[in-house]
């Protein structure tokens, strides 16, 4: 059924849910404003300023062949095409149904998670600045570079923005994975990495507590190198491992939140990839410890090698070994030391 024929209280609850979700994303409030003007058609795109009489013609200013519409400068354009193409498989399968912009907005609302819309709505104004910056003659930015901007942006604004715990009781998200202690006389050593794609830098964070959630010693590094998301997340693993051969931990949960690096580990088969070596190396590494699983976790159960990775990225210290809980991830790793079961 088109939306056209459905009951008029049918499509007014539909709008209601998407202004519901649209402003309960946690984005900066310029992305929330930019969806809420995408959605009714408030952008001023060259169709816009045609029909204003304020533009001459309505042609795509980057393929310089279609009608720019919102829906197109967005979605359909081929310099947009390039950005989401690169872009996690979900959003890629997400359509208009040759509709508009807000069409594809309920369709991603329909088909994402929380986290899938937010990444939707930031890389959108992305997408929308990188296109303004052409028009006042400004350079084209690789499709890339601008989901990579969206990314880092996405990350940093979420963790500089971690929500009160009276926000965390209100904010309906009782499904949000949280860390958990490791079984007794075993360490939990959390791992994640950072990347800076500007700086061509990465941060490696890796954290070890113990079954009551107490801290025993953590490292973070900051390297100079310019390499995918996944090299550094395979980076970070191996730190984990060195760690342990360091500490002469024995009994070890390895969790991180790359699914695609933890997957490579557990394969019984040869890793092939760029980072193939790095795998094998861990692969070798766990080898001398007495038992030892790999496994991962989504990134809100992983918070405190996250902030190590993210503040390591900033600090340009090569490696600094922690005997203390770091200042800046303090707070975290005593909430979670204080929900853990005692
Ligand atoms: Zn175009």
Sequence with gaps: MKESQLPSS??????DEIWKRCWGMMVPPAVKMHIWRACHNLLPTKDNLFRRGVCADQICPLCLRDTETVIHITWECPSAND??????????????????FRQLFSDVLR???KREVELFSVTARKIWMRRNRVVHG?????PNQVLK?????????????????????????ADIARWQPPPPNTVKINWDAAVDPYNKSIGLGVIARD????????????????????????????HAIILCQEENFQNVV??????????????????????????????????????????HVKRSANEAANALAAM???????????????????????REELSSPS
């Design 254 to 295: 390895f969790e991180g939140d790359s699914l695609q690096v933890v997957q490579a580990i557990n394969s019984d088969s040869q890793c092939n990839s760029k980072y193939g070596h790095l795998i094998e190396d861990i692969k070798k590494g766990t080898r001398s410890l007495a038992s030892s699983i790999f496994t």
């Design 111 to 113: 088909r994402c998670e």
């Design 83 to 100: 950005v989401w193409g690169g872009s996690i498989v979900k959003l890629q399968k997400c359509s208009t149904n040759g509709g508009s």
């Design 10 to 15: 049918s499509v007014k609850k539909n709008e």
């Design 138 to 142: 400004g350079l084209f930015q690789h």
């Design 149 to 173: 901007e969206a990314e880092v942006g996405l990350e940093d604004f979420r963790r500089l923005n971690v929500p009160t715990s009276h926000q965390e009781d209100h904010a309906a998200e």
């Design 211 to 238: 079954e009551r959630g107490k801290f025993l010693v953590a490292y973070s590094k900051h390297q100079w190198i310019d390499v995918e998301p996944v090299i550094a997340e395979a980076l970070a693993a191996l």
């Design 312 to 334: 390591a990225r900033t600090h340009v210290t090569d490696i600094v070994r922690w005997d203390f809980t770091p200042h800046s991830i303090g707070g975290i790793v005593s």
